[in-house]
């Protein structure tokens, strides 16, 4: 099947309605956006537990009721149907709340992660030309009025502050310091009246997690993001009552997925933080007893090195989803071995959606040492670095992909869609895989993430994966490092589990051992008590290499 043209009547815009139109025919798309999920499990099951977070616990209905109410505010604030509303909030209940608000209003969430530094801030409200910025009063111990103050001379459309902080008595809402009422439940369903976003509409952006340096905004629309749950469902297995806990920045997709669109979609529990912390995710597990973990990968080791992952009952967990991040899988498997739940992956983007997905039903050396069979709708190919198709052989080639999770592009960004998108149609991932005769997907590094050493090109993924067999390492990032004779030498940057020193020549005799070639043993050495995380909770080598590369 031939993928069908992507619209581009405007910065932006949606899918155009042939492809719409198949998605719908395909069964992959449907017509209920996340409030009608919403109300819906509001109606029948009012008194259950939609979220526990640290900043408040919100049933069903109370989950609609304040949504709808702050939906209904949004109007009497004055901000029109399609209007951006840049947010910057923790994690916890208030952001979903907040998201599924401006949905019912008709208004296009602009989602920064809560760590998201202030340049970063101020650069995508800029390039999105938002003029409304929805806060808390205090954001990450600072007065984010005096942040408001400092983001206005540098972005030219920002009029207007809200800010939103949940207490005891309720939700306290403000506008530009002054505190407005919230209308009533009835009041607010009358003013909300052809507001709604719907499926297929621009709902979400979110910015990638900043690895180039410059983060963009992926376009998203709900169905994009709903087609993950009901696939996350299959693989998994879940059942009618789950327990999920969701310990990712909720701005990105697989926080979106996992802790927005799959609760409300099948009514599930879903367990928050404000941050994430491996010491008190565990705590949460075996409290709240979670069967369901959503985490990227470095979260996964982190909660493994920490001396209370053998004092918790994590009895109950039962599936783990990860990604964004390659699995190392001697830790994967000691994960395993240790609760007893199995973990799946899904292979994508924030760009692509999934590609590809690992099952409970897998061999575990399957689901662990690939990334799963590519999913049919998704039509993911590889290409060779002539752009000729290669799947049919198995590759290697650069994964892309056409179908029903793939996002429409980037937001007023025509330069970075042209990179993103071939001309035929096909959107480019960036990652080298092959497939084997199996079926299964095997990433073997990042296009943009080789090592030229020597006019030989060294994927600095394989030799993660290779280092990662070493049994003192936790985690590793390996960058490529100038040199004036070889162009570039291979580093890994590492933690170890006992916190001691694991030299060069220790680690290349592991590898000599495994039989590695010697072109993928590091050069360089680094210990590290931990590696840096990006604003999306992944391992950012684009601090690393500015550290190394001065």
């Not at 149907?81 to 947010?87: A, E, K, S, V």
């Not at 895989?433 to 199996?438: G, K, P, S, V, Y």
């Not at 570039?488 to 940057?493: I, K």
Request: hydrophobic share 35%; charged share 20%.
């Amino acid at each position: 099947m031939s993928q069908q043209p992507r619209s581009t009547a405007h910065p932006g815009a949606m899918f155009d309605d042939s492809t719409v139109a198949r998605h719908y025919a395909d069964g992959n798309w449907d017509a209920a956006t996340v409030a009608d999920h919403v109300r819906h499990q509001a109606t029948n099951n009012p008194d259950g537990m939609a979220y526990r977070a640290p900043d408040a616990d919100l049933t069903w209905a109370q989950y609609d009721a304040l949504a709808t109410r702050l939906a209904g505010a949004f109007v009497q604030l004055g901000l029109a149907r399609g209007d951006l509303l840049g947010t910057l909030l923790p994690g916890g209940s208030l952001v979903h709340v907040v998201y599924l608000a401006a949905q019912q209003a008709g208004l296009v969430t602009l989602g920064m992660g809560p760590r998201s530094g202030e340049q970063d801030v101020a650069r995508l409200l800029e390039s999105t030309s938002c003029g409304w910025l929805l806060t808390c009063t205090v954001h990450r111990g600072q007065d984010t009025r005096d942040l408001m103050c400092r983001l206005k001379p540098a972005v030219a459309e920002l009029g207007h502050h809200i800010t939103v902080d949940l207490d005891a008595w309720g939700m306290i809402v403000k506008l530009d310091g002054v505190r407005r009422d919230l209308p009533g439940y009835a009041v607010a369903e009358s003013l909300l009246a052809e507001r709604a976003l719907g499926p297929d509409e621009l709902f979400f952006l979110n910015s990638t997690s900043g690895t180039t340096g410059l983060p963009k905004c992926v376009t998203a629309t709900m169905n994009n993001r709903k087609y993950f749950s009901r696939l996350a469902a299959d693989a998994g297995g879940l059942g009618d009552d789950e327990t999920i806990l969701s310990v990712l920045p909720s701005p990105y997709g697989f926080g979106l997925w996992s802790a927005h669109v799959t609760p409300a979609r099948y009514g599930y529990t879903t367990v928050l933080c404000a941050d994430f912390d491996p010491d008190e995710a565990l705590r949460l597990v075996e409290t709240e007893r979670v069967t369901v973990l959503a985490a990227v990968t470095s979260q996964l080791v982190m909660m493994l090195n920490s001396p209370a992952f053998a004092e918790r009952d994590l009895s109950t967990l039962r599936v783990v989803f990860t990604g964004g991040e390659p699995l190392q899988r001697e830790r994967a498997a000691e994960f395993e071995r240790r609760t007893g739940a199995t973990i799946l992956q899904f292979y994508g983007s924030n760009e692509s959606g999934p590609l590809s997905v690992t099952r409970t039903a897998d061999p575990q050396d399957n689901r662990l040492g690939t990334v799963g069979r590519p999913i049919a709708a998704q039509q993911v190919r590889l290409f060779d670095q002539d752009g000729t198709d290669v799947t049919a052989t198995g590759g290697p080639g650069q994964c892309a992909a056409a179908g029903p999770g793939t996002t429409p592009g980037y937001y007023r960004d025509p330069h970075a869609d042209e990179q993103l998108f071939r001309t035929d149609g096909w959107q480019l991932t960036g990652d080298l895989a092959t497939l084997d005769e199996d079926g299964y997907l095997t990433i073997t590094g990042r296009a943009a993430e080789l090592i030229i050493r020597g006019g030989h090109n060294i994927s600095a993924g394989q030799v993660e994966t290779e280092v990662g067999t070493h049994p003192r390492v936790a985690q590793v990032a390996v960058i490529g490092v100038p040199d004036d004779v070889l162009g570039e030498r291979v580093c890994a940057v590492l933690t170890t589990r006992d916190g001691q020193p694991l030299d060069v020549d220790e680690l290349r005799d592991h590898l000599d051992t495994r039989g590695v070639s010697k072109h993928y043993w590091p050069e360089q050495v680094q210990l590290r008590q931990q590696l840096p995380l990006g604003i999306g909770g992944k391992l950012d080598k684009h601090q690393l290499r500015q550290e190394l590369r001065g």
